[in-house]
């Protein structure tokens, strides 16, 4: 059942960050801007985010088996479409299209991993596979700057697309849903009652800010800023600009598996993403004062920031322990919802004010400083809101 899992969630990790090192190509071929190509990575994470809604419904209704390989059939499609793509509305098309169809990749195993293990193991088995699907980021890197060197942007998407499709017959063949999770009298009887009663579970309000901007950040700079901050603040170029990208890739998923025995030690979800959110808003800010002045800095601050600043699983954990069983499946969507629409929202943002810096002509250092400082205060006020939160309930 894992790796049935963990493959797709590998795919998702990859297209969910290979546009920085694509960006070039796409630019050429597709006659696009820094904003157009921010609008094709923000296209992915909304189409992300809008589809936790129906995920959440068809995970309590049909099962994640289901659910899942209907996802990643849109998916496949968006892939080839990428791949054929001519210009900047095929292309946010076809990232629309990818997005929807990873929607459902780490939901179901979230899912399954609530139902299937006891309460306590939440935490340390979705870092588990977080951990290990987010090494689809750093393929995503130097991996795939040699192929597309090898067989160009085109063939190499397409390649992707069959790599999905095989993804999505072995899950279709290894998965098993789980029994049914039946309300309680007086449950739930509606989608809409359902999400009124999951948004009205007041331990979960503090949390929310935190899950908009926390990941935000972190693939803002993954998959847009780190190649153009590199190459025109600290002058990297070729090899270095993709090793780069690949070992921030790598500090997520080091992070994600970091997270698991800091959560151990200190036994608690809130205190472990507390923990690691203080430690990236304090990189930020450093990055964003400081890091233009030396790359020897810079790149520590970017994976430092990259390791500890998407607590993802720590602060669904947090979550989850809130969440009635019935609504598992819309519970913990809607938390993602949260997550992804921020990381769209940072994406669409960030590439505006990249665009108008530019044509204002601001410099390069100046530019990329004021973004992560930005970056630094906005989490360290969410953080202070996430403080208020009650513990996880064990």
């Not at 997005?99 to 399954?112: E, H």
């Not at 090494?135 to 790599?163: K, Q």
């Not at 990208?245 to 036994?267: D, E, F, K, Q, S």
């Given at each position: 059942?894992?790796?049935?899992l963990?493959?797709?969630y590998?795919?998702?990790?990859?297209?969910?960050?290979?546009l920085a090192v694509v960006?070039?190509?796409?630019?050429?071929?597709?006659?696009l801007?820094?904003?157009?190509?921010a609008?094709?990575?923000a296209?992915?994470?909304?189409?992300?985010?809008?589809a936790?809604?129906?995920?959440?419904?068809?995970l309590?209704?049909?099962?994640?088996r289901?659910t899942?390989a209907?996802?990643?059939?849109?998916?496949?499609?968006?892939?080839?479409l990428?791949?054929?793509?001519?210009?900047l509305a095929?292309?946010i098309?076809?990232?629309?299209?990818?997005g929807?169809?990873?929607?459902?990749?780490?939901?179901?195993g979230?899912?399954?991993?609530?139902r299937?293990y006891?309460?306590?193991?939440?935490?340390t088995?979705?870092?588990?596979?977080?951990?290990?699907?987010?090494?689809g980021d750093?393929?995503s890197g130097?991996?795939?700057?040699?192929a597309v060197?090898?067989?160009?942007?085109?063939p190499t998407?397409l390649?992707?697309a069959g790599?999905?499709?095989?993804?999505?017959a072995?899950?279709?063949v290894?998965?098993?849903d789980p029994?049914?999770?039946?309300?309680?009298?007086?449950?739930a009887?509606?989608?809409?009652a359902?999400?009124?009663q999951?948004?009205?579970?007041?331990?979960?309000w503090?949390?929310?800010?935190?899950a908009?901007?926390?990941?935000a950040?972190v693939?803002?700079t993954?998959?847009l800023?780190i190649?153009?901050?590199l190459?025109g603040?600290h002058?990297?170029?070729g090899a270095g600009?993709?090793?780069?990208?690949?070992?921030?890739?790598?500090?997520?998923?080091a992070?994600?598996?970091?997270?698991?025995?800091?959560?151990?030690v200190?036994r608690?979800?809130?205190y472990?993403?507390?923990?690691?959110?203080?430690?990236?808003?304090?990189?930020?800010?450093?990055?964003?004062?400081?890091?233009a002045?030396?790359?020897?800095?810079a790149?520590?601050?970017?994976l430092?920031?990259?390791?500890?600043?998407?607590?993802?699983a720590?602060?669904?954990?947090?979550?989850?322990?809130?969440?009635?069983?019935?609504?598992?499946?819309?519970g913990?969507?809607i938390?993602?919802?949260?997550?992804m629409?921020?990381?769209?929202?940072?994406?669409?943002?960030?590439?505006?004010?990249v665009r108008?810096?530019?044509l204002?002509?601001?410099?390069?250092g100046d530019?990329?400083?004021?973004l992560?400082?930005?970056f630094?205060?906005?989490?360290?006020?969410?953080?202070a809101?996430?403080?208020?939160s009650?513990?996880?309930?064990?």
């Amino acid at each position: 059942m894992f790796l049935a899992l963990l493959f797709p969630y590998l795919l998702s990790q990859f297209y969910r960050a290979f546009l920085a090192v694509v960006a070039g190509d796409l630019s050429r071929d597709l006659g696009l801007d820094a904003a157009g190509l921010a609008s094709l990575q923000a296209a992915y994470l909304l189409a992300f985010a809008l589809a936790q809604v129906p995920v959440g419904l068809a995970l309590d209704r049909f099962g994640p088996r289901r659910t899942l390989a209907f996802g990643m059939s849109a998916a496949v499609v968006g892939g080839v479409l990428l791949a054929l793509a001519s210009g900047l509305a095929q292309g946010i098309a076809a990232m629309a299209l990818v997005g929807a169809g990873c929607a459902p990749v780490l939901m179901a195993g979230f899912y399954l991993i609530a139902r299937t293990y006891p309460p306590a193991r939440f935490a340390t088995m979705s870092s588990l596979l977080i951990g290990l699907g987010s090494l689809g980021d750093p393929l995503s890197g130097m991996p795939l700057a040699l192929a597309v060197g090898t067989f160009g942007w085109r063939p190499t998407l397409l390649g992707i697309a069959g790599i999905t499709a095989a993804s999505l017959a072995y899950g279709a063949v290894a998965l098993r849903d789980p029994p049914r999770a039946e309300a309680p009298p007086g449950g739930a009887i509606s989608p809409i009652a359902g999400a009124r009663q999951i948004l009205g579970i007041r331990a979960l309000w503090p949390l929310f800010p935190l899950a908009l901007v926390s990941y935000a950040c972190v693939i803002a700079t993954r998959g847009l800023w780190i190649v153009p901050y590199l190459e025109g603040v600290h002058g990297f170029a070729g090899a270095g600009l993709s090793l780069s990208a690949t070992a921030m890739g790598l500090a997520i998923a080091a992070g994600a598996l970091l997270y698991a025995p800091l959560n151990r030690v200190l036994r608690n979800a809130k205190y472990a993403a507390a923990w690691g959110v203080a430690v990236t808003t304090v990189a930020w800010l450093a990055l964003g004062l400081v890091g233009a002045s030396s790359a020897a800095l810079a790149l520590p601050l970017l994976l430092l920031v990259a390791c500890f600043g998407a607590p993802f699983a720590m602060v669904m954990a947090h979550a989850r322990s809130f969440m009635p069983a019935h609504l598992l499946g819309q519970g913990v969507t809607i938390m993602n919802l949260v997550f992804m629409g921020g990381a769209a929202l940072g994406q669409w943002l960030s590439g505006h004010y990249v665009r108008a810096a530019q044509l204002a002509e601001v410099v390069p250092g100046d530019i990329y400083g004021r973004l992560f400082t930005g970056f630094g205060l906005v989490l360290g006020l969410t953080l202070a809101i996430y403080l208020l939160s009650p513990r996880e309930r064990r």
